[in-house]
């Protein structure tokens, strides 16, 4: 397998896999939605709340910020060696949040939420929790912990995560003086026309949606739009709670698991 990163940088990740096939990017695409973990408020514990909104919406806004994830530091409750019901530090995170509106209206904003992990933060202190209106008061304490996408999307590291067949495109060799309506009609601008003759502008952007090839008046068309059938650009963009790399990194740990528990199952069939 070959990798060839196009974009990369704290929240997205944009990379060319060649000699994969389906079945593999679909596995790593499923699992990072789904199974690679991250940090996200699981209980609320409200202290004081006489702003406008229920508890529970509080608690549900708080629940979707995303947080700042330490995987190394940190286990899933399930697998933590404390098995306790209320976590201990090295499956929980404790955020509190103290806020009054003493002056007049204002916004409450998730960098105010206190953790006392100071990694463990939302990734945006601009983030809004509520509008409390003057002597209002909202005082809570929440507990993050680890969990994963398919249990709730709050768990989810990664905001969009798929992939595509790299595109291949053949353009006539001839000149082609009847119209320019391909390169009208592309979407995504992938042509160009030089000298009177098609030409390939920008090959990725193509999402094969096959508008060039029906617009074009010769039937059937000098154009050639195919895709590869083991190459795949793969665009990861995360939520901030992880780097992209690293979700994609952790994905292909959990396959690999995931596998080696397959192959010991089978073993342990009796023969
Ligand atoms: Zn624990």
């Known amino acids: 397998m070959k990798i060839e990163i196009l974009e990369k940088n704290d929240t997205n990740l944009r990379i060319i896999v060649k000699e994969a096939d389906v079945p593999l990017m679909n596995a790593l695409?499923?699992?990072?939605?789904?199974?690679?973990?991250?940090?996200?408020?699981?209980?609320?514990?409200?202290?004081?709340?006489?702003?406008?909104?229920?508890?529970?919406?509080?608690?549900?806004?708080?629940?979707?910020?995303?947080?700042?994830?330490?995987?190394?530091?940190?286990?899933?409750?399930?697998?933590?060696?404390?098995?306790?019901?209320?976590?201990?530090?090295?499956?929980?995170?404790?955020?509190?949040?103290?806020?009054e509106a003493k002056e007049g209206t204002r916004s409450v904003y998730s960098g105010e939420l206190v953790s006392d992990n100071p990694e463990i933060i939302p990734v945006s202190d601009r983030i809004p929790i509520i509008k409390l209106a003057k002597n209002q008061k909202l005082k809570l304490e929440a507990y993050a912990r680890l969990g994963r996408g398919k249990v709730h999307a709050k768990w989810q590291p990664v905001?969009?995560?798929?992939?595509?067949?790299?595109?291949?495109?053949?353009?006539?060799?001839?000149?082609?003086?009847?119209c320019t309506k391909c390169a009208d009609i592309c979407p995504k601008?992938?042509?160009?026309?030089?000298?009177?003759?098609?030409?390939?502008?920008?090959?990725l952007a193509c999402n094969l949606c096959m508008d060039c090839v029906e617009a074009c008046p010769k039937k059937p068309?000098?154009?050639?739009?195919?895709?590869?059938?083991?190459?795949?650009?793969?665009?990861?963009?995360?939520?901030?709670?992880?780097?992209?790399?690293?979700?994609?990194?952790?994905?292909?740990?959990?396959?690999?698991?995931?596998?080696n528990l397959l192959e010991e199952l089978l073993k342990a069939e009796p023969q």
């Open 189 to 203: 601008k992938v042509y160009e026309i030089k000298d009177e003759k098609v030409d390939v502008r920008d090959l």
């Open 29 to 99: 695409r499923r699992i990072a939605l789904a199974e690679v973990p991250c940090m996200a408020i699981e209980e609320v514990v409200m202290i004081e709340n006489s702003s406008i909104l229920q508890d529970e919406i509080i608690a549900h806004r708080l629940g979707l910020t995303p947080l700042k994830t330490d995987l190394d530091a940190y286990s899933l409750p399930e697998e933590c060696k404390c098995q306790s019901e209320f976590g201990c530090s090295e499956c929980r995170v404790t955020l509190t949040l103290d806020s």
């Open 221 to 259: 068309s000098p154009l050639n739009v195919e895709w590869e059938k083991n190459a795949f650009i793969m665009n990861i963009e995360s939520t901030g709670a992880l780097p992209p790399e690293r979700v994609l990194k952790e994905a292909t740990k959990i396959l690999g698991k995931e596998l």
């Open 159 to 178: 905001s969009m995560c798929a992939y595509k067949y790299y595109p291949k495109i053949s353009t006539p060799t001839e000149k082609c003086e009847e």
